[in-house]
């Protein structure tokens, strides 16, 4: 089974910076099952990036995806007070698997 | 505006069992697939189990293999889990996921979850 570890565990920073999370896999993953998840406080998950780039529907484009192989990451350009939250990679090809979670919170 | 309503959670012993059930709306529920995904107190996320839009296809994770059971009634877009044999690592919140397009395990649209306590 892939295992997806997410790196760094928390990221403290400070509204309008920028922040890279990345998600590194056990082994390749095709980059079209490669997705992005946010989970606010209290909050059910929502879908962000899928096939590793792809905004889903009503996802600001501060939001932004890449990466190919066993490395990911997803990027916050400018980050709003609403953007702080865990954020979850996941593989959908099969097997779904799910990272351990990155918490971006405020400095 | 798509919506998943999930129901049944609550306390109950280990050995137990429970029945979750999900009403949706908003979309062709024959269409899509649906899973459940859960997520213990403080931790992450962890895929539960997907039946196709037919309902002729079911995976579980391993964990819950001969114990849950997921099962649709397109009748009524309703989505079930039976959970029977139940442990106290099966403690979480359950969320009815949507599958999306033709993806089995791509979620798009989640319930609020209903929390599941196993404890004597």
């Known amino acids: 089974e892939i295992v997806l570890t997410q790196s760094p565990g928390t990221l403290s920073l400070s509204p309008g910076e920028r922040a890279t999370l990345t998600c590194r896999a056990s082994?390749?993953?095709?980059?079209?099952?490669l997705a992005w998840y946010q989970q606010r406080p209290g909050q059910a998950p929502r879908l962000l990036i899928f096939?590793?780039?792809s905004r889903a529907a009503g996802i600001p484009d501060r939001f932004s995806g890449s990466g190919s192989g066993t490395d990911f990451t997803l990027t916050i350009s400018r980050l709003e007070p609403e953007d702080f939250a865990v954020y979850y990679c996941?593989?959908?090809?099969?097997?779904?698997?799910f990272g351990q979670g990155t918490k971006v919170e405020i400095k | 505006e798509v919506q998943l309503v999930e129901s049944g959670g609550g306390l109950v012993q280990p050995g137990g069992s429970l029945r979750l059930s999900c009403v949706a709306s908003?979309?062709?529920?024959?269409?899509?697939?649906m899973s459940w995904v859960r997520q213990a107190p403080g931790k992450g996320l962890e895929w539960v189990s997907v039946?196709?839009?037919?309902?002729?296809?079911?995976f579980h994770t391993g964990s819950v293999k001969g114990r849950f059971t997921i099962s649709r009634d397109n009748s009524k877009n309703t989505l079930y889990l039976q959970m029977n044999g139940l442990r106290a690592a099966d403690t979480a919140v359950y969320y009815c996921?949507?599958?999306?397009?033709?993806?089995?395990?791509?979620?798009?649209?989640w319930g609020p979850g209903t929390l599941v306590s196993v404890s004597s």
């Open positions: 096939g590793s780039s």
């Open positions: 039946i196709s839009g037919s309902g002729g296809d079911t």
């Open positions: 908003g979309f062709t529920f024959n269409t899509h697939a």
């Open positions: 996941q593989q959908y090809g099969s097997s779904p698997v």
């Open positions: 996921v949507k599958g999306r397009g033709a993806w089995l395990y791509l979620f798009d649209y």
């Open positions: 082994e390749s993953v095709s980059s079209r099952y």
